[in-house]
């Protein structure tokens, strides 16, 4: 598929934003935006499991866009439907949900590493995901842009070690730990499927992509830049070779390195992204300073403000995007909680969220 086959965007706030680019506002989406909080959503759960609604491309579809039909003119990018853990899948792990995610066979010793499917064939494996995208960025009719995703290496392996969340991590520390060469190879095959996969999602629709390494605060400095960063940076490279190659557009990459603030300077130099997710851990000046203009930065309001009522939100909302401005302009920031949104909030305070963002993110040099 290439742009032409698709309606024209007539909201390109999130890509110019993504690209560095001084914007009348900050453009505006939360991870997590299509969710338990939504009525409408927990309605389409109650009749189909969790992974059934990823696999079928008219409900991956359908729940991509409740958000952006409820905050429509609020919200300025689409996230495909879909989950981190459809790579472990397509690795030919079995996963559940229920409700949290569970592996009934986790990778327990180096032997374990055969089980893994050994040439992936993403078309073959994960068709439904690029099936979906290519629906819905038919059924978005250009208003807003539609962002694809995979989980980063090292937080899978997390997964497919421990058998679901940890805590602790003690099972796939344990591996990093005892077992580095074997470690570093099982990263090596989910970083060669995540490649794969992102590349086809491009080919398929989607107009940025995000990499959610969500378990990288958890690594030490130094194991970070042993077992993470490396499968990171190369994912970039790769990628954006291969797409050239294909003659495919070259769409941004947000790397969202959750809790690896320390990492921040480093990434945005050498790591190849165009967009940097940060959580609420660290002030936006100081990460603004730690990029310094290299890259775009995302984030970064704590969830859980969204739980403080109207006048914290707005409060928080308004520090958030004085703290964001360069030289007195909204310029490469694209406003976002530092994580995903949560179960109990109310949408309704989701929409004042967006508004708030809408209205003290506005440019005073750009309208
Ligand atoms: O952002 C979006 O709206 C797009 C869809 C999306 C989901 N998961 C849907 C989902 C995305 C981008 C993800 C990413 C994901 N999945 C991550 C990385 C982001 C993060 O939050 O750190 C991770 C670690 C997972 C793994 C996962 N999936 C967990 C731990 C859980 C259960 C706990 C929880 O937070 O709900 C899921 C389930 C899941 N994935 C739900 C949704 C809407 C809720 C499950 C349900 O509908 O019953």
């Avoid at 679901?164 to 991590?169: D, E, I, N, P, V």
């Avoid at 990171?232 to 959750?258: E, G, H, Y």
């Avoid at 990492?263 to 609420?280: F, K, P, S």
Wanted: aromatic fraction near 10%; charged fraction near 25%; proline fraction near 7%.
């Amino acid at each position: 598929m290439a742009d032409h086959d698709f309606p024209p965007l007539k909201n390109d706030l999130f890509l110019r934003a993504a690209r560095g680019e001084e914007t009348e506002r900050a453009p505006v989406w939360v991870m997590r935006q299509a969710g338990r909080y939504l009525p409408e959503f927990r309605k389409v759960r109650e009749q189909h499991e969790f992974f059934k609604v990823c696999q079928t491309p008219e409900l991956a579809k359908e729940v991509t866009l409740q958000p952006i039909r409820r905050y429509s003119g609020l919200v300025d990018a689409a996230i495909i439907f879909s989950d981190i853990l459809v790579v472990p899948q397509a690795l030919g792990m079995e996963v559940l949900m229920n409700p949290a995610p569970a592996f009934p066979d986790p990778l327990t010793t180096p032997d374990d590493i055969k089980k893994l499917k050994a040439n992936v064939d993403v078309k073959k494996e994960l068709g439904y995901v690029f099936d979906a995208i290519t629906l819905t960025r038919k059924a978005l009719n250009g208003e807003v842009p539609l962002i694809g995703f995979t989980g980063a290496p090292w937080t899978l392996f997390m997964y497919m070690v421990e058998g679901g969340g940890s805590k602790t991590m003690q099972k796939s520390k344990g591996w990093l730990f005892k077992w580095p060469k074997e470690s570093k190879e099982v990263l090596d095959r989910i970083t060669d499927v995540c490649i794969d996969y992102l590349v086809e999602q491009v080919r398929a629709g989607a107009q940025a992509l995000q990499i959610f390494d969500s378990n990288a605060g958890d690594l030490a400095p130094h194991h970070f830049h042993e077992f993470s960063y490396p499968y990171l940076a190369r994912i970039a490279t790769t990628l954006r070779t291969r797409l050239t190659s294909l003659s495919l557009p070259q769409v941004p990459l947000i790397l969202f390195a959750k809790g690896a603030n320390h990492a921040l300077a480093h990434l945005a130099i050498t790591a190849g992204y165009d967009v940097l997710g940060i959580d609420w851990l660290v002030e936006p000046s100081l990460a603004r300073s730690l990029v310094n203009g290299k890259v775009a930065l995302q984030g970064n309001l704590e969830p859980n403000v969204l739980y403080g009522g109207r006048e914290a939100i707005e409060r928080e909302v308004k520090r958030m995007c004085d703290e964001f401005r360069v030289d007195g302009k909204t310029k490469g920031w694209i406003a976002n909680l530092g994580h995903g949104i949560t179960p109990g909030v109310d949408p309704e305070d989701l929409r004042f969220f967006f508004e708030c963002v809408q209205k003290y993110s506005a440019n005073p040099t750009k309208t």
